[in-house]
Structures are given as structure tokens and as C-alpha cells.
């Protein structure tokens, strides 16, 4: 079973990635794993905009990691950006090792004020899927129910599926004959 | 597989090429990139982009200064202009200079996401359109329209002149002439042609009939109409619809003919709402509509509506050589359809088929050579392969009997012939009533010969 190391950055508090382990391996079928990665991100904050570039830390991610056969997803707490867009939820390397999460923009308060720790952790799974495949050389899928739809609003995000559609998962099984 | 949409993006920041790249690339797309004018004026003349995005301010030649130099290349070129600082009159400079629209950065995601969607959708449905276009024309091309003769080359000239007017069109000529090809051609040679032809056959219809055929029903409106159904007029909206065999309809029909004509309302059987519809009427007839006037059976205001600009269909016998150009014509569509290799007609068939009476005219014509076709096993159509009732006629010998009475025997004879031993319409043609026609079949001892 291919391994998915999930990599808390700078992240204290690693209770919400505990608990969606389970729910993530039951839907990907892959070997999840957390190991916190102690990284300084400082060069990637932009003062005018008061975000993180995440190209920029995907970059750092690679260099602390370039000996890993494995999949890491760097999980972050920080907003993050790329310079032409105003956010991003999170970024991949297209059939690369590493990706990026921000939990961020996921948890409900920064939309309603409202606090909804069910509803991050269903967000912080979908993005995390979604992040993974583009690392598994998928692209955004036309298919609703699939995670590999494209999420450009928080709304996108809840509407789309958990899981990966029936075609996306022959794709990643095709490419890397996992199971 | 689906087809990928191809991106060109255009910025002279590296960083900002790279995200919109990364960005893009996960969404499917194919991308290129240039840092200024130049590179991407170059990759536009050797590569087709489906939408391009343009930063408006770059060292050199400027985002709104390539935007008309590629407009100029293809006006129907997307482009999307990026710039870091809003300004309302760059951005209807912009516009007004043909992009497709206009956005700060930073983008929101979601508002580069639709829009790109948005812009890339209504490409595909203008492509899809020009495609279909492309291909209803080539379906709905007027078939076996051909003649070369001064006769057909005044018809051509009356069909152009017409279809680009919504004038009501009267077209006269023998059965077989093609009546419903020149109809055809007028509604596909005007405005109308992505707007459906409906072809209604009068003569084809009772009276009661025709009339729901024409003006639809309602649920209920008699016996069996279990179903609301639209009309005729109705299905022709925006188009055209041709009356073909108009001489043949009863006077009542006449006159809700003629209100419809004249309002361009009408109300389904058993209906109360009136109904508006844009419609061409092409009306067609081998009768003579001003002998019926006279006699009562054709409505003189009816006529008259409907006789505006009228185009008169030569019989095929008095189209020279376009008798042998049509019989290329059908010899070349039947003799592909069959799978045959028939390249040619004899000389003798040529000869014949050029003094043959042709009473069926066109369509005779192309039912002849359909069966010779098929009956033909030489690369060439010979006069055996021609069917019975042609051979017939061109094999008659010259009259050299020189008695009335012998020369009234053959020539009611090959009356009978051409019209298949149909007794009412021979007599009619030899303007006698049925019972002398009788006797003198009876007299001449003559037989159907099959």
C-alpha cells in the first residue's frame, strides 16, 4: 500500500488530522501517516498581502524532504497565495511528491463567524484527497460527486464528493498499481 | 477523448506566468507562455489558442497594443486583459478594443474560474454553431437541381432574385418538373434557411384533414384528436412552408387560406386562441389556377395573393441537353449507391433519351435510370437496359400509314401507353369522354401490352 505522509507545519495541535486518518484511508485505501515537519516558512510571507506564497513553501517542503519515496502533504494553518490570485485552499506539484493544505480558509468562522469543527474536518479530507491526486497526475474532473472537482469557493468545496470518481480511480490504479 | 482547451498567457512577471501556468495545468488546460509581445506574437502565428490572457502593462509593445495587433490576426480571438491597477477607461478601452473582458490582480479564483469557463463555453458553442451551420448546409444542399439550358438559367435567376425577398412565391410547371427542388432552393438561398420547410401536399389530403394538418388541433376538437397538435403554419415559424398542389384544395380551405395569408393569424380545430406565425408561402400547382378561376373552383383573391412573383418550370423535353445532363447526374448517384462501376451511356441510349417525349419529366427521367442501373451489367447504359415504356415510345416508327383512322389508332395508342393505360387521364388528354376512348379501344382492337 502506497504511504501518504501528512506533515503538520509548525502546527501544535495535531487532533484534527488524528481523527480523519481513519476516513481518509477508508476512501483513498492508501496508508496515511503524520509526521510534523518543523520548517521556518517566514520567507514565504508576503507583508502587503499578509499571507504565505505557497509555491514558496511547497519549494522549502521539497528541500526538507528530498529523500522520501512517499507522498507528503504539507498541512498549514497560515492563509496562503499565489501571486496572481488573491487565495489558494492549497497547491500540488502536477504528478509531483509533495502538496499543500491550508486549514485557513476551511473552518467556518472565517466565513460565518460560527464555529463547525464537523464541517473542517470533512473540508480538511476533501482537500487533502484533492491536493493528493493532482499529485497522482490527476487533473480537476467534470464530476461533481468526484473530490478532483475544482474548488475555486469554500461552497464548491462542501458541495463536491469525498470520494474519487470511478475514473480517477482507475487513472491513479493504472499509474501506480495500488490498490 | 476530450478535446484539451490551449491557453496562451502573456505576462512579463515569471512568477505570475508560473501560477496562472500551475493553476491552469490542474484544471486540464494546455498552456503556453510568453514574457512579452514579440514571443507571443510569435507562438500565435504557429499555434491555435482558445483564449488568451493578456497582461496590460509590460516593457516593449503594451497588453493593449497586442490586443489589436492579434484581433487584426483573428477577430474572433478571446482575450482576457490582466492588470494590477483597475481603471474604468482602460477597461472600456479594452473592450472597445474587442477582449472579451477585463480583471484586477489579484484575482479571486472563483472569478478567473467562471469566467474562464464562461469565455471558453461561449467559444465552443460559436464554434459548435459555425460547425452545424457548415454541415446543415451540406445536408440540406438542393438535389439534382441541374440544367444548363436558357430555360433553367432564367429559372436560376428568378430563384436568386426571390430568396432574398419574403415575397409569396408561385411556382407552375407539369408534374415531375421539380416544382418542390426550386422551393426548396428559394427558402435554402434566403434568410429563412436555418428555420424549417414545411412541405404541406394539398392534393394528398381530405378536405377535413388538411384542414388540422394546416392549423393544428386542439385535444378534443373531434373524434380521435386525443392530443393537442400544432399545425402546418405553426411548425413553419421563421421559416417556410410550401403548399404544394394548391390547385386541389376546396373553397372553404380557400378562405381560411387566404385570412391566414392575409393576417398571418389563425386558430387550431376547435380552438379559441389565435395563433401568430412568421411564415414564406411557396405555393406550386401543374394546374392552370386562371382556368379554375374562371370556372369557380379557385377563388380570384386567392389567386391573386398568391401569384406575386410566379417561376414557370419548362417540361424536360424542351430543356435540350440537359435531358443527358440529368441522366449523368443520376447515373453517377444510383450507380454509387449500388456499388456499380457504370461510367457512361451508349450512343444510342443518348439519342434516344434526347427524342423522347418525357411526359413524366425529371422524375421519370431519374426513375429510368435507377432501373437501368440496376439492371445494367456493362460499364455502360444501353438502350436494352432503358425501361419497356421508353423503349417503347422511342422505338415507335415514323407514321407512314397514310389513313386518318391509322394514324388515330397509333396516336391514341401512345396516349395510353404514356399514361399507363390510365383510362380517365387519356381520355382527358385526348379531350373525349370516357365511354368513346372505350369504344375506341374496342374498335382498334387495341391491348395493354405488358
Redesign the interface.
Known amino acids: 500500500m502506497t504511504k501518504v505522509i501528512l506533515a503538520p507545519i509548525n502546527i501544535d495541535n495535531l487532533q484534527l488530522l488524528d481523527e480523519i486518518i481513519p476516513d481518509l484511508k477508508n476512501i483513498s485505501k492508501l496508508d496515511f501517516v503524520i509526521e510534523p515537519l518543523k520548517i521556518d516558512i517566514s520567507e514565504a510571507y508576503s507583508v502587503e498581502r499578509g499571507q504565505y506564497h505557497s509555491t514558496t513553501i511547497l519549494k522549502l517542503m521539497i528541500e526538507n524532504i528530498s529523500n522520501q519515496s512517499s507522498k507528503v502533504v504539507g498541512i498549514v494553518k497560515n492563509d496562503l497565495f499565489i501571486p496572481v490570485l488573491t487565495y489558494v485552499f492549497g497547491e500540488a506539484q502536477l504528478n509531483g511528491k509533495c502538496s499543500l493544505v491550508s486549514l485557513f480558509r476551511l473552518h467556518e468562522e472565517f466565513y460565518s463567524g460560527k464555529s463547525d469543527y464537523e464541517l473542517l474536518k470533512q473540508r480538511t479530507i476533501k482537500e487533502i484527497l484533492h491536493e493528493l491526486g493532482h499529485n497522482f497526475g490527476l487533473i480537476h474532473c467534470k464530476d461533481w460527486e468526484c473530490v478532483m472537482h475544482s474548488s475555486s469557493a469554500i461552497e464548491e468545496v462542501d458541495i463536491k464528493g469525498y470520494r474519487y470518481c470511478k475514473l480517477c480511480s482507475q487513472r491513479i490504479k493504472e499509474t501506480f498499481e495500488i490498490s | 477523448m476530450e478535446k484539451k482547451n490551449k491557453l496562451l498567457i502573456v505576462d512579463d512577471?515569471e512568477?505570475?506566468r508560473?501560477?496562472?501556468k500551475?493553476?491552469f495545468?490542474?484544471?486540464?488546460y494546455e498552456i503556453d507562455i510568453a514574457e512579452d509581445a514579440e514571443v507571443a506574437l510569435r507562438l500565435y502565428e504557429k499555434n491555435k489558442y482558445d483564449l488568451i490572457l493578456l497582461d496590460i502593462k509590460m516593457p516593449g509593445m503594451s497588453g493593449m497594443e497586442l490586443l489589436v495587433k492579434l484581433k487584426e490576426f483573428d477577430p474572433e480571438a478571446i482575450i482576457i486583459l490582466?492588470t494590477a491597477f483597475a481603471s474604468v477607461s482602460s477597461a472600456v478601452k479594452a473592450l472597445k478594443n474587442g477582449a472579451y473582458d477585463y480583471i484586477t490582480?489579484?484575482?479571486?479564483?472563483?472569478e478567473?474560474?467562471h469566467l474562464v469557463k464562461n469565455a471558453l463555453n461561449q467559444k465552443n458553442l460559436k464554434d459548435e454553431n459555425i460547425q452545424l451551420k457548415t454541415s446543415i448546409e451540406e445536408i440540406i444542399k438542393p438535389d439534382n437541381l441541374i440544367g444548363e439550358s436558357p430555360k433553367m438559367k432564367e429559372v436560376y435567376s428568378l430563384i436568386s432574385t426571390v430568396s432574398q425577398t419574403d415575397t409569396t412565391v408561385l411556382i407552375l410547371g407539369d408534374s415531375g418538373t421539380g416544382k418542390e427542388l426550386v422551393a426548396k432552393a428559394i427558402h435554402l438561398n434566403s434568410k429563412r434557411k436555418y428555420f424549417p420547410m414545411v412541405t404541406v401536399n394539398c392534393g394528398a389530403l381530405p378536405e377535413s384533414i388538411l384542414e388540422s394538418e394546416l392549423f393544428g388541433h386542439e385535444k378534443g376538437a373531434f373524434t380521435g384528436a386525443h392530443y393537442k397538435r400544432k399545425g402546418k403554419f405553426e411548425m413553419a415559424n421563421g421559416g417556410t412552408i410550401f403548399l404544394d398542389e394548391i390547385g386541389t384544395i376546396s373553397l372553404k380551405v380557400q378562405i381560411e387560406l387566404l385570412r391566414v395569408i392575409e393576417t398571418k393569424e389563425f386558430m387550431r380545430v376547435g380552438g379559441s386562441e389565435s395563433i401568430k406565425s412568421d411564415f414564406r408561402i411557396i405555393a406550386a400547382t401543374n394546374e392552370n389556377l386562371q382556368d379554375l378561376v374562371s370556372s369557380g373552383q379557385f377563388r380570384e383573391d386567392l389567386f391573386y395573393r398568391l401569384n406575386v412573383f410566379n417561376i414557370y418550370l419548362p417540361p424536360l423535353r424542351e430543356r435540350g441537353n440537359d435531358i443527358i445532363l440529368l441522366a449523368e447526374y443520376f447515373l453517377n448517384k444510383y450507380s454509387s449507391a449500388m456499388n456499380k462501376k457504370i461510367s457512361s451511356f451508349d450512343k444510342e441510349a443518348i439519342k434516344f433519351m434526347k427524342e423522347y417525349y418525357w411526359p413524366g419529366n425529371v422524375r421519370e427521367l431519374e426513375n429510368a435510370i435507377e432501373r437501368a442501373v440496376v439492371v445494367c451489367h456493362k460499364d455502360k447504359i444501353t438502350l436494352d437496359d432503358l425501361p419497356f415504356r421508353v423503349l417503347k415510345t422511342v422505338n415507335e416508327e415514323p407514321l407512314t400509314e397514310r389513313s386518318l383512322e391509322a394514324i388515330e389508332k397509333k396516336h391514341i395508342e401512345k396516349i395510353l401507353n404514356d399514361n399507363n393505360w390510365n383510362i380517365s387521364k387519356s381520355a382527358e388528354e385526348l379531350q373525349i369522354d370516357r365511354v368513346t376512348l372505350y369504344n375506341k379501344i374496342k374498335k382498334y382492337g387495341l391491348r395493354k401490352n405488358n
Open positions: 512577471e512568477i505570475v508560473q501560477s496562472l500551475a493553476w495545468l490542474e484544471d486540464g490582466i490582480k489579484p484575482i479571486d479564483p472563483d478567473l474560474s
